[in-house]
């Protein structure tokens, strides 16, 4: 009995010795395989896998594809901004050069504007943040506040450029909201800034009837910013935190607060909460919402753009297929207003894909109606 116990128990160890060299032939084989050849405009399938902690692609996104390449031009020299006219050009700006400028239908180049001043005054305008309101294009500039383009007159005016006697700290994107209400971020260290040992970032408010205030304070790096489709809630991207803010507009009376008038310039909020840590060493840039109240963001530093639900959950990620790491803002635009245009900063490219749904932010800045 012992013996027949023991022949057994052999063979069950050299049949099992068998399977496993079978099966790790197998998987050297398999990791062996050479791997194909990377498409020039992948489909979702044909994506590379993401590393652990990143979400997969979201579900409805298109083919990632080159849409243009300005690299090797001072108008691609870190590329920031994005948003449409009414003629379907894509306006951008570069950080490095001062140029604002946009791209045609078909992704030919056409420089406008250097918002630079005088070589002789030594400070550059480094434009950022791009939208347009009524007609004209409104940019964030480090160091010349806010400043408005008229394609009509050929003019680049300051709207603001001070608060209260003193140098913003560096402007960064901004945001209209349906009553016409700009909203704008001002991290500190990227601009002048009149104190050194005040590094809090704010968020301004140029409202309707012509008055800048200060609403909010105490950020570690406000950047991206975008009015939900609802008009009642403004998200803020806190980059070095590596999360976004929801910031609820105090609509008027409710259950927590019968008394509340309605307030029509926005300048009151309901209460604010911090959400929506994004993943590896990166943080929110640009963001903008779609018509279905899911909020897009641009992941510098991680090279890609998550989709945000209403409820603040990432439900997955695009990258950008050349692996440029400074993926810093975006527009919606194109056919039916559905596709995501994005930019590899320093490789000075231009991306898109087909999104789910239409983006909030039209042509020439019309608010698109919200989707349920």
């Known amino acids: 009995m012992g013996v027949r116990r023991f022949l057994v128990g052999r063979l069950a160890v050299l049949l099992l010795g068998i399977v496993c060299a079978v099966a790790g032939s197998g998987g050297v084989a398999r990791a062996q395989a050479p791997a194909a050849a990377p498409s020039a405009n992948p489909t979702p399938a044909q994506m590379p896998v993401q590393p652990w902690g990143l979400p997969p692609l979201p579900a409805g996104v298109g083919a990632v594809e080159k849409f243009a390449d300005v690299s090797g031009t001072p108008q691609g020299r870190f590329l920031e901004g994005g948003a449409f006219d009414t003629q379907g050009n894509l306006w951008f700006v570069a950080i490095g050069s001062g140029w604002i400028s946009y791209?045609?239908?078909?992704?030919?180049?056409?420089?406008?504007?250097?918002?630079?001043?005088?070589?002789?005054?030594?400070?550059?305008?480094?434009?950022?943040?791009?939208?347009?309101?009524d007609g004209k294009l409104y940019l964030t500039s480090r160091h010349r506040g806010i400043l408005v383009w008229d394609p009509q007159t050929k003019q680049l005016t300051t709207l603001v450029y001070t608060y209260r006697n003193q140098l913003f700290k560096g402007p960064n994107d901004l945001d209209f909201d349906a009553e016409g209400n700009l909203f704008f971020t001002d991290p500190w260290g990227t601009g002048p800034g009149p104190n050194e040992t005040d590094r809090s970032g704010a968020v301004y408010q140029y409202s309707r009837d012509g008055v800048l205030r200060k609403v909010m304070d105490s950020g570690l790096f406000p950047n991206g910013i975008a009015v939900s489709p609802d008009d009642n809630t403004l998200a803020i991207g806190d980059f070095r935190a590596g999360r976004m803010w929801y910031a609820g507009f105090e609509i008027g009376p409710n259950l927590g607060c019968p008394q509340c008038p309605k307030d029509p310039l926005h300048l009151t909020f309901a209460g604010v909460k911090a959400g929506t840590y994004v993943p590896g060493n990166s943080g929110p840039d640009g963001i903008h919402y779609d018509v279905k109240g899911n909020l897009w963001a641009g992941l510098a530093g991680l090279g890609g753009i998550v989709e945000i639900n209403p409820r603040g959950l990432i439900l997955g990620f695009v990258p950008i297929p050349n692996g440029d790491?400074?993926?810093?803002?975006?527009?919606?635009?194109?056919?039916?207003?559905?596709?995501?245009?994005?930019?590899?900063?320093?490789?000075?490219?231009?991306?898109?894909?087909?999104?789910?749904?239409p983006g909030l932010i039209g042509a020439g800045g019309t608010r698109l109606p919200a989707q349920p």
Do not use: I, M
């Not at 400070?123 to 939208?131: F, L, S, Y």
């Not at 993926?327 to 635009?333: D, H, I, Q, Y």
């Open 103 to 133: 791209l045609t239908p078909d992704g030919k180049l056409v420089p406008v504007v250097n918002c630079n001043p005088p070589p002789e005054l030594g400070q550059t305008c480094e434009p950022q943040g791009t939208r347009w309101h």
């Open 325 to 357: 790491a400074a993926t810093t803002n975006f527009a919606f635009g194109g056919p039916n207003n559905q596709y995501v245009y994005f930019e590899g900063a320093t490789s000075g490219t231009f991306w898109r894909f087909k999104a789910p749904y």
